[in-house]
């Protein structure tokens, strides 16, 4: 089993970045492949990237394509999420979630283990 913990949220202007990172205990992440989901208010929660256990593959939503780069650090047992020109669209909160199978997927029920969540303001 693994623990996940998301840090580096906050509040920032459109146009603006910022970094998220998944600190994961327990079991080491590289067994696991992992990826970011972000809930919006009175919105489903949704996928916005996946990456391999090695880091060799990444996979993300369309909204997010080119804007947001998904990385890990197996050594350190870390998985960031480097968010670039943020748009207020993004504002959400962002979980980290890890999947014991090697495929990446977008799917929720793909994922066992789930941190609490990092929220994330991107003001006008």
């Known amino acids: 089993q693994v623990q996940l913990v998301e840090s580096g949220g906050g509040l920032v202007q459109a146009g603006g970045s910022l970094r998220l990172s998944c600190a994961a205990s327990g079991r080491t992440v590289s067994s696991y492949t992992m990826g970011w989901f972000r809930q919006a208010p009175g919105k489903e929660r949704e996928f916005v990237a996946a990456?391999?256990?090695?880091?060799?593959?990444?996979y993300y939503a369309d909204s997010v394509k080119g804007r947001f780069t998904i990385s890990r650090d197996n050594a350190n047992n870390t998985v960031y999420l480097q968010m670039n020109s943020l748009k207020p669209e993004d504002t959400a909160n962002y979980y980290c979630?890890?999947?014991?199978?090697?495929?990446?997927?977008?799917?929720?029920?793909?994922?066992?283990?789930w941190g609490q969540g990092t929220q994330v303001t991107v003001s006008v």
């Open positions: 990456i391999s256990r090695s880091g060799g593959y990444t």
């Open positions: 979630a890890a999947d014991r199978s090697s495929v990446i997927q977008r799917l929720q029920l793909g994922y066992e283990y």
